[in-house]
């Protein structure tokens, strides 16, 4: 009986551990992550949702300084992050791309590295002709201020086209048909043409490049001169001198817009609210236009959502306060647990839709102006490559016509903490002084730099500006 009862025991306390584990290792995680090895050098972080699963922590530096790491990821109980950590973070001072690049002249002060604030002075060498700003400043957006400076002789049948700070180019002649390509110093970035071509009527083919660091930024002003034709100033007077971007459309010329806003989880839930924010104000500002634009608008992630069709669009008219309701009952929460980034299935997605039109009616769609808007930070994980897609776009449109260039447009906002430039950089237009990528420290400044374009101007006859 005895021997019966201390087995019964044994058995019991073999059987119990088992028990009483089983709830914790079976209940359902919460999928919160740990509050330790956190901190970053020198800066601070906020938490989108404090230590919960999906939760995005941003690290902060004092002005003239960025993070090394930009942000982290609460999945599955860790921290993520798109930059491989191997020490803890730190903010470092930030750095104006290497200037002493500069053919033909001197360039003073001679320095390793240049800092915010830091300033350059640039001179020829004789029998040069001085071109661009003669004295830069290192701004805090690791941009130096004014233009490139460039030493050249205008011998030749195209201007010279300057090495932008933190590049190197190969190439010295600037006649028809003559070519230059240009690299970054690593771990810079090429926004902009690899390669320009000197071309017939004496410009350059692409736009000029330039080497962004990964805590290089555009500023609202920047993104204003470039993205619109005017900022606060005359909108409604249409003048052959006037810089910036213009459509000008003939009477009863057509216009379809495209825009597509990331959903996905590496864009956190204020960016991408903002970005619909901005796209409000972006066709609120174009309605005070005579014209119509029509329009087909996006959500994505894993999946593509869209808020309005293009064929529907024109059949349904809606109104711009329909739109607006559309694009509210779209919330971030609402792409489940499909949180991908599918860029290639949007540029798929707007590429049927204009397939449809020119079905529908060919014509139509050889005289319609394209553009394509999109919010994102570039980092697709499905899909595949979004570039094929957009060039397949291209092809739809422009057909191998040169003289087709003009009418498609493609520009991308860059959303985000951590925006793959080198991708995004194939998804965009490049044409001659003009930009069409944009890497925006906060969507808000941009909403205001909308909103100051309304102002209260009126508008000119067929024409609008973007």
């Not at 800092?115 to 957006?141: E, Q």
């Not at 959502?305 to 529907?312: D, F, L, Q, R």
């Amino acid at each position: 009986m005895e021997c019966k009862q201390r087995l019964k025991w044994l058995t019991l306390a073999m059987i119990c551990p088992i028990i009483a584990g089983a709830p914790s290792s079976m209940s359902k995680r919460d999928g919160s992550c740990p509050k330790e090895n956190l901190n970053i050098t020198g800066g601070t972080f906020v938490l989108s949702n404090g230590y919960s699963h999906g939760s995005l922590l941003r690290y902060i530096c004092s002005n003239g300084y960025y993070p090394s790491v930009q942000s982290r990821h609460c999945q599955n109980e860790h921290w993520t992050s798109k930059t491989k950590i191997i020490k803890t973070p730190e903010c470092k001072k930030i750095t104006c791309p290497n200037p002493r690049v500069f053919k033909n002249g001197e360039v003073i002060p001679y320095k390793e590295k240049y800092y915010v604030n830091d300033t350059t002075t640039y001179s020829c060498h004789t029998d040069y002709t001085f071109r661009g700003s003669a004295v830069r400043v290192c701004k805090p957006n690791g941009k130096w201020s004014g233009s490139t400076p460039i030493c050249g002789r205008d011998s030749d049948h195209c201007p010279d086209p300057g090495v932008p700070p933190g590049s190197s180019r190969t190439g010295d002649m600037f006649n028809i048909d003559d070519k230059v390509t240009y690299n970054c110093e690593r771990p810079l970035t090429l926004i902009g043409s690899k390669v320009r071509v000197c071309q017939d009527g004496g410009q350059w083919s692409g736009t000029e490049p330039q080497c962004y660091a990964n805590f290089t930024y555009d500023t609202p002003e920047e993104a204003s001169e470039a993205f619109s034709s005017s900022l606060k100033t005359n909108l409604a007077v249409e003048k052959e001198e006037q810089k910036g971007r213009k459509i000008t459309l003939d009477e009863g010329g057509k216009l379809d817009i495209y825009i597509a806003v990331d959903a996905s989880d590496s864009i956190d839930e204020k960016d991408f609210d903002n970005a619909k924010i901005t796209i409000k104000m972006l066709l609120d500002k174009i309605s005070y236009y005579p014209v119509s634009p029509n329009y087909e608008i996006l959500m994505f992630a894993t999946d593509v959502t869209p808020i309005i069709k293009m064929n529907n669009f024109k059949m349904q008219k809606p109104s711009l306060l329909d739109i607006f309701k559309e694009m509210d009952d779209f919330t971030y929460e609402k792409k489940g647990d499909k949180t991908g980034t599918n860029i290639a299935q949007v540029y798929s997605t707007i590429e049927e839709s204009m397939s449809i039109e020119e079905l529908n009616n060919a014509t139509a769609f050889s005289e319609t102006q394209h553009i394509i808007i999109l919010f994102s930070d570039g980092h697709a994980n499905m899909g595949g490559k979004p570039k094929p897609k957009v060039d397949s776009i291209k092809r739809l449109v422009i057909k191998n016509d040169p003289k087709r260039e003009k009418k498609l447009d493609l520009y991308v906002f860059g959303v985000g903490e951590d925006v793959n430039q080198e991708d995004v950089n194939g998804l965009v237009s490049q044409r001659d002084q003009e930009k069409y990528f944009f890497k925006l420290q906060d969507l808000t400044k941009v909403q205001q730099m909308f909103d100051d374009m309304i102002g209260t101007q009126r508008a000119c006859g067929s024409c609008f500006h973007i």
